[in-house]
């Protein structure tokens, strides 16, 4: 009866403790700035096979530097070769945080939350996270790239490999590069602050510090806090008899879709030899091609990309998740308005892309 007494009075005297704790807090022995994964690792999961225990500052920094630019000084202090001549990473992907509940993929969200945080809008499921997901390239993206998107779906290593050769059009890194990307990318992993846990939240992961074992159930609630994969559905440039009778399109989201989209790469001294004003020129020549017929149609470029031609890079499509028919919709109701119409000015979107 001792050690059950002893256990009581234990818990009478740091229960107090742990549910008072307030918000900015330490909970126990993880606090808001614990990673997803450590938690994980003390509650019994295994490591994922790309894991990378130890990383060292200078290994991070190349693997920032190849994401961003292409290129860095690589450890016998050479300057590597340049990844892509058409692309960085970046250019599709970002970089932060980009959706406002991890649990899920909307795009209508995502562009509320680009808007309030000043986030591009993109094609690219976001780097952020990126270590926290279990498959990659996922969905139709399994049928655009076949073989190659299947040796990629559960191996981290060869989804950036994939997408060094296939999606920015250049080299395969060398064993160094992805291993300073993959450095990288682990700095990018989730925390539990990303995870908006409530103080119920808190109270059942401080009960659970308390008895580390037995936790199989509680892995795979916290797991639950986040999407393992990012979902894509490749769609085909809606019909007419496709389009809403009954959406009204939003001018105004059409317009930060114009600019954190559009213009992200198709901007002055962007990376496409296709660059987009706020200029009524632009907007008329644009409004000749968002007949849903036409080629080069607003509809055909967003839903089916345009392939690559000598000397130049293609630009991908964006799957459903990443922008909805809506918005579509909204971003073609904009251009309209602006080839009929004094221009709107483009600010403050247009700031954020520079």
Not at 207 to 231: E, R, V
């Amino acid at each position: 009866m001792k050690p059950l007494l002893l256990i009581a009075i234990m818990l009478f005297l740091l229960t107090p403790l742990f549910l008072n704790a307030g918000p900015y807090e330490t909970r126990g022995i993880w606090d808001e700035n614990t990673p997803v994964y450590q938690v994980l690792k003390d509650f019994g999961d295994p490591m994922p096979e790309h894991y990378i225990p130890q990383r060292d500052p200078e290994v991070v920094k190349r693997g920032e530097e190849i994401v961003k630019y292409g290129v860095t000084q690589g450890p016998d202090g050479t300057t590597s070769n340049v990844q892509s001549q058409f692309f960085v990473c970046i250019d599709c992907h970002n970089l932060q945080r980009e959706d406002p509940d991890l649990r899920a993929s909307d795009p209508e969200a995502r562009l509320d939350y680009a808007i309030q945080n000043r986030k591009r809008f993109l094609p690219g499921t976001t780097f952020y996270g990126i270590v926290n997901r279990t498959t990659w390239y996922n969905g139709d993206y399994q049928r655009k790239y076949g073989d190659f998107a299947a040796h990629a779906n559960k191996n981290l290593v060869n989804a950036i490999q994939l997408c060094a050769t296939k999606c920015a059009m250049g080299r395969k890194l060398d064993d160094w590069e992805v291993q300073s990307v993959l450095a990288y990318f682990w700095s990018l992993e989730l925390k539990l602050r990303d995870l908006r846990l409530t103080e119920s939240d808190w109270r059942k992961l401080r009960l659970a510090s308390l008895q580390p074992d037995n936790n199989q159930d509680l892995i795979a609630w916290l797991k639950g806090f986040y999407l393992s994969a990012a979902p894509a559905t490749f769609s085909k440039p809606p019909a007419p008899m496709m389009v809403s009778d009954t959406y009204v399109p939003d001018i105004e989201n059409g317009k930060a879709i114009y600019v954190l989209s559009c213009m992200s790469c198709h901007k002055t001294g962007g990376i496409t030899s296709f660059p987009l004003a706020n200029s009524e020129v632009t907007y008329q020549l644009l409004r000749d091609h968002t007949a849903f017929g036409a080629n080069f149609s607003v509809y055909k470029a967003v839903r089916n990309g345009i392939k690559a031609s000598p000397g130049k890079g293609y630009m991908p499509n964006f799957p459903l998740q990443r922008m909805s028919d809506n918005q579509l919709q909204d971003l073609q109701a904009f251009i309209k308005n602006q080839a009929t119409h004094d221009q709107l000015p483009l600010e403050p979107f247009v700031d954020w892309i520079k």
